[in-house]
């Protein structure tokens, strides 16, 4: 019953350092999504994915890259990370559904510092 | 654009008061969805509800209602005999029918029930 699975948890970084957050979903889903909460912004959608080899750019993707090589899983790296990257990321999945009933499931997040 | 409203940034009610958390969408598309979340101090983000904008009747689910308005372009939220577990942040979010299925989210309201 895992749903979507996002590692790591919890991460601090310097500035300049890369690292890739991971999100594994086990549900089948085409759709898949990486979200950034902030105080007081919601949450604003970074980059995106429609299937498996194929990813867009959302509302905020710069700084960040995406890959989708599995169906299940999708990436999100940050190639040198600046302080303004400094949130906490969410990974979510949906299937895709002729009656549009589908809802977003959502993992747990990554708190995510950078100094 | 798609833009969602949720003025009420934090509100604070005693244990059995009824609250009601407001959200004001904007979109120029003539179907879309809406859809509350709930994200307890545990951080993940938990489904409401989904509600197509050719649906204008109103739901009920145990203690929580559901009050939909095209013509206010309003999707409020009302909790009856709030319970301390009802603290959490709630987020309204909207998307359209065409082109990406991303969410796009309101700012979210903070509800403190105070025992």
């Known amino acids: 019953n895992a749903g979507v699975t996002q590692t790591p948890k919890f991460r601090v970084l310097k500035t300049g350092q890369s690292m890739t957050l991971l999100c594994a979903q086990d549900?089948?889903?085409?759709?898949m999504y990486w979200y950034r909460q902030d105080p007081g912004m919601g949450l604003r959608l970074i980059h995106y994915?429609?299937?498996?080899?194929?990813?867009a750019k959302g509302e905020v993707p710069d700084g960040y890259n995406v890959s989708r090589l599995k169906k299940q899983n999708f990436l999100l790296g940050l190639e040198s990370a600046a302080p303004s990257q400094t949130s906490v990321y969410f990974c979510?999945?949906?299937?895709?559904?002729?009656?549009?009933?589908?809802?977003?499931?959502f993992g747990s997040g990554t708190q995510l510092s950078v100094l | 654009a798609q833009k969602v409203t949720q003025a009420q940034t934090e509100i604070s009610v005693v244990e059995k008061e009824d609250v009601t958390l407001d959200c004001v969408y904007e979109?120029?598309?003539?179907?879309?969805?809406l859809f509350w979340y709930k994200q307890p101090p545990s951080g993940e983000l938990v489904f409401l509800i989904r509600?197509?904008?050719?649906?204008?009747q109103n739901e009920i689910s145990g203690r929580y209602s559901w009050n939909f308005q095209k013509s206010t372009s309003s999707f409020n939220f009302t909790i009856t005999a709030s319970q301390v577990v009802d603290s959490a942040v709630y987020f309204c979010?909207?998307?359209?029918?065409?082109?990406?299925?991303?969410?796009?989210f309101g700012s979210g309201t903070r509800l403190q029930v105070q025992p």
């Open positions: 979510a999945s949906s299937q895709l559904s002729r009656d549009r009933n589908e809802k977003l499931f």
């Open positions: 549900m089948n889903h085409e759709y």
């Open positions: 994915s429609v299937g498996e080899g194929t990813t």
């Open positions: 979109t120029r598309d003539t179907t879309y969805y």
């Open positions: 509600r197509n904008s050719f649906d204008e």
């Open positions: 979010a909207l998307r359209i029918s065409k082109g990406r299925r991303a969410l796009t």
